[in-house]
């Protein structure tokens, strides 16, 4: 057990009776309702759910993106009002700016996010090191000068979880990183990503569609219901870490895995 | 033989090919149904009467380069402004869209006599068209760039909490970029036939206007040794830039190289 279990950490990011709607082509979307959850500092929490079930919605409430209809997304006990900046944020894509380095774009939050803005002409040198030894934990040493095109999508993929860390924000945001990876490369990341979190102590929320994922990252697992999403699954993972992929084939981790399949099965009928 | 090498020659050899026959079956055409001078001459014809008559094109040749390139460096300067004022703002886009429309619509060979009536005969008309005829484009180009960042890029910047400024200068601009030397190698094109047409109408020196005066001569020869000039500027400028672009955002051609 590490100290990122302690039930102990105070809440860092909650939930209270959010719904929400919004119009898309005319029409009106009801993709949350009445989602209400707590989530404890250094937590690493998976949300799992059939597609289109309004996973991606709650972390874009969470990073400020979107206005709740209805409750109160809070952090650190207070209201979400727009984005944040400590938090950090993943895509299913990497979304690699093309005409930057590895490296520079990395730095990129660096550049937006205060107190690093104002001090990242004259600090460049530090930060460009801190990068860099972010680049070398993910596995991209040698890599910090090349091109995104230059890259695979896995090392894209490498590149854009240290932009979303470079400026250690409190809340890591991820939306179904590793979602268009072959699965080795998917697996491997899983390992990166356990390291960095472990290293680092952030929250972590992570959406993703793939339950074996979720079950290996995660310390809780929500599943969420379809459209209208709400909580209908809450399952606490106490596998001792760092779990590792031959984890994967005991019968604790399968059996885990068995047991969110007929959750989802259930809410997807 | 490298790959490299071989691909090279492709590039090479089919426009070679397509130009050396061009003007093949020009020079045979008129030899063949015996074309007069005065109305088709040869182009063997057109390259002689350009060596014996070169020391008076080239000043003329230089001038309509030094207006092209006078009119598109303003053309520059004023489309990127304009291009990024309509790019960052929707309202300042709807605003100034259907002016910038009209006046790209008037044919501007129709402005060359209202210049003269403002600044006469001379540089400056002609520095002029060069600049209204390569504004637009620019303009349009880097306005699209900026206007079209995906919004899955907007919300890289926007979780960071990232201004409007900060998603101009870190996303549209340098996305831009790509639009923006797209549209200077047509650009150039048309600043160039935009300074001749004025020079056409309206000058006293550049290769437009000695065109005219050969023409007025009957001197025929002349006229297509002019085009003759005239086609290969136009055709090294557009070179010019092209390589620049090239250059300048390689990560928009990857994998076509």
């Known amino acids: 057990m590490t100290m990122h279990m302690n039930t102990e950490s105070p809440i860092c990011v909650e939930l209270r009776g959010v719904s929400l709607n919004y119009v898309s082509n005319g029409r009106n979307v009801h993709a949350l309702q009445d989602v209400t959850l707590a989530i404890r500092q250094g937590e ?28 109160q997304v809070l952090i650190d006990g207070a209201p979400v009002k727009g984005p944040q900046k400590n ?4 895509f299913q894509n ?65 590149v854009s979880l240290c932009r979303a860390l470079i400026h250690q924000p409190e809340i890591l945001l991820l939306d179904e990183p590793f979602a268009a990876l072959d699965a080795f490369t998917r697996e491997e990341l899983w390992g990166v990503l356990q390291t960095l979190w472990q290293d680092r102590g952030c929250t972590v929320i992570l959406v993703t569609h793939d339950l074996r994922e979720a079950v290996f990252l995660a310390s809780k697992v929500y599943v969420m219901s379809k459209r209208p999403g709400r909580l209908v699954q809450e399952a606490s993972v106490d596998l001792p870490r760092p779990r590792t992929l031959e984890n994967t084939f005991e019968p604790a981790f399968v059996n885990l895995v068995h047991h969110l399949y007929t959750c989802i099965g259930e809410v997807r009928a | 033989m490298s790959d490299k090498m071989r691909k090279r020659l492709l590039d090479v050899i089919p426009p070679t090919v397509t130009i050396i026959l061009f003007f093949l079956i020009w020079e045979v055409g008129c030899l063949v149904f015996g074309v007069d001078e005065f109305v088709l001459p040869r182009p063997s014809v057109a390259v002689e ?92 180009n880097v306005g ?75 001197e025929v020869p002349l006229v297509f040794a002019g085009l003759l000039v005239v086609a290969a500027m136009g055709v090294a400028l557009y070179a010019a830039f092209a390589l620049l672009e090239r250059r300048m955002v390689r990560w928009a051609y990857r994998g076509q190289n």
């Open chain 1, 44 to 71: 690493f929490v998976a949300i799992v759910g059939p597609s289109g079930c309004g996973k991606t919605t709650i972390l874009k409430l969470v990073a400020g993106l979107l206005p709740p209809t209805q409750g």
């Open chain 1, 87 to 90: 938090v950090g944020m993943a």
């Open chain 1, 94 to 158: 990497p979304i690699l700016l093309p005409w930057r380095t590895a490296l520079e774009n990395v730095l990129l939050p660096l550049e937006i996010v205060q107190p690093h803005r104002q001090e990242f002409a004259r600090n460049r040198r530090k930060y460009e090191e801190q990068a860099l030894h972010l680049l070398h934990t993910v596995g991209l040493e040698g890599f910090a000068d090349k091109a995104p095109y230059e890259l695979s999508g896995g090392m894209q993929q490498r």
């Open chain 2, 49 to 140: 009467t350009y060596f014996r008559w070169q020391s008076a094109i080239w000043p003329n040749a230089l001038q309509t380069l030094y207006t092209t390139l006078v009119g598109f460096g303003l053309a520059i300067v004023m489309g990127v402004a304009l291009g990024a004022l309509i790019g960052y703002s929707e309202l300042l886009y709807k605003a100034l869209y259907p002016l910038l429309i009209g006046f790209n619509s008037i044919p501007k060979a129709a402005l060359v006599p209202v210049f003269v009536i403002w600044f006469g005969v001379g540089t400056m008309p002609a520095i002029l068209i060069a600049f209204l005829i390569a504004f637009f484009p620019i303009a349009v």
């Open chain 2, 144 to 218: 699209t760039g900026i206007a079209t960042v995906e919004p899955e890029m907007q919300d890289v910047l926007r979780s960071l909490g990232g201004s409007r400024f900060d998603m101009f200068r870190k996303i549209g601009f340098p996305r831009a970029m790509p639009y923006f030397f797209a549209s200077l190698k047509v650009a150039v094109t048309l600043s160039f036939v935009g300074s001749v047409i004025a020079e056409l109408g309206a000058s006293n020196r550049g290769i437009g206007n000695m065109m005219v005066i050969a023409s007025s001569r009957f």
